[in-house]
């Protein structure tokens, strides 16, 4: 499976907008690129999946390179509450299953 | 609606001997998953149900580890004669398959087994 890194741990400071980055250069054209993230003492949950093109949701939006190389989440306004370890994964198509690496943690300061 | 749950919360088992985690999905949900992970690491998949089909069961780590899906619905994972390095949360997740069109995984709050 195509591997992402991503940097060990960012801050941020609340209501700031946050770029968590991720790189992917070995993926291929029919891999999907997923986020998760996971509160402490939780299970993961979903946050955003794009495929080429940007994605925007209620909890964040998805910037993918042209090259789709590398993607970023953006938390257009950072919480306490979205402190978590944010995770990078891809899916190939028709795969269900997530390969998670060690993620991203975020701190939010106040 | 009810999301994913999972029984125990918390197992403290010896060293050894069996034990048994449930896993009840989202009603409707086909895909059915089974993760771990042990302390300050990612997670690390499991196994994979997938309606009536035969699981995918490339993640578990040896032959003591089984896990099965009654009537489609609710899992079972075993591990038989614990070792210590099996103490982690194990986390259970559900979707929607993929010919259903979404991929979001949701996930249960975990069972956290510790072996002593």
């Known amino acids: 499976d195509a591997k992402t890194t991503q940097p060990n741990s960012m801050e941020s400071n609340e209501e700031e907008p946050v770029h968590l980055p991720c790189n992917h250069s070995?993926?291929?054209?029919?891999?999907?690129i997923h986020w998760y993230r996971q509160l402490p003492s939780q299970g993961p949950e979903y946050v955003i999946h794009g495929l080429t093109s940007n994605v925007n949701n209620r909890m964040a939006s998805l910037a993918i390179a042209e090259d789709r190389k590398s993607s970023t989440l953006i938390l257009h306004r950072a919480t306490l509450r979205d402190a978590a370890v944010y995770y990078c994964?891809?899916?190939?198509?028709?795969?269900?299953?997530?390969?998670f690496g060690t993620g991203t943690r975020l701190t939010v300061i106040p | 609606g009810a999301g994913v749950s999972q029984s125990p919360s918390n197992k403290v088992t010896e060293k050894g001997k069996d034990v048994e985690l449930r896993c009840d999905p989202i009603?409707?949900?086909?895909?059915l998953y089974w993760y771990r992970q042990s302390l300050g690491q990612g997670l690390e998949f499991l196994i994979y149900?997938?309606?009536?089909?035969?699981?995918?069961k490339s993640g578990l780590p040896s032959d003591r580890f089984s896990a099965e899906r009654t009537g489609g619905s609710v899992s079972t994972l075993t591990i038989q004669r614990t070792q210590q390095e099996d103490s982690a949360v194990y986390l259970c997740?559900?979707?929607?398959?993929?010919?259903?069109?979404?991929?979001?995984?949701?996930f249960g709050p975990g069972t956290r087994l510790t072996v002593t």
């Open positions: 009603s409707g949900h086909t895909a």
């Open positions: 997740a559900s979707s929607l398959s993929v010919g259903q069109g979404t991929y979001e995984q949701y």
């Open positions: 070995t993926i291929s054209g029919t891999d999907y």
């Open positions: 994964i891809l899916r190939k198509t028709g795969a269900n299953n997530l390969f």
């Open positions: 149900f997938q309606g009536n089909s035969a699981p995918d």
